[in-house]
Nanobody
Framework: QVQLVESGGGLVQPGGSLRLSCTASGTIFSIYAMGWYRQAPGKQRDMVATITSGGSTNYADSVKGRFTISRNNAKNTAYLQMNSLKPEDTAVYYC?????????WGQGTQVTVSS
């Protein structure tokens, strides 16, 4: 069983930046595909960005060019660097290991973009 803990959320003004971190324990982190998903109030949980064990990345169209997903296997940690944040990026952000269907989820971290 993989345990995931997210951190780094908060309140930021439009145009600002945040970096989310997701630290894993209880597993061999390097073998897992990792992903960031987000859920706004009243909406479904959507994929934001994913990274394979080999480092290949994929992004939702709405965040391409603004967000960057990365991983440090030595630290068992995945990151989501978020730049040029917009109010529509406001959501709870969840870390996932192993895919959304059968993988493990973190508890979520709130990101609010507002002036």
């Amino acid at each position: 069983q993989v345990q995931l803990v997210e951190s780094g959320g908060g309140l930021v003004q439009p145009g600002g930046s945040l970096r989310l971190s997701c630290t894993a324990s209880g597993t061999i982190f390097s073998i897992y595909a990792m992903g960031w998903y987000r859920q706004a109030p009243g909406k479904q949980r959507d994929m934001v960005a994913t990274i394979t064990s080999g480092g290949s990345t994929n992004y939702a169209d709405s965040v391409k060019g603004r967000f960057t997903i990365s991983r440090n296997n030595a630290k068992n940690t995945a990151y989501l660097q978020m730049n040029s944040l917009k109010p529509e990026d406001t959501a709870v952000y969840y870390c996932n290991a192993g895919g959304p269907a059968k993988g493990s989820w973190g508890q979520g971290t709130q990101v609010t973009v507002s002036s």
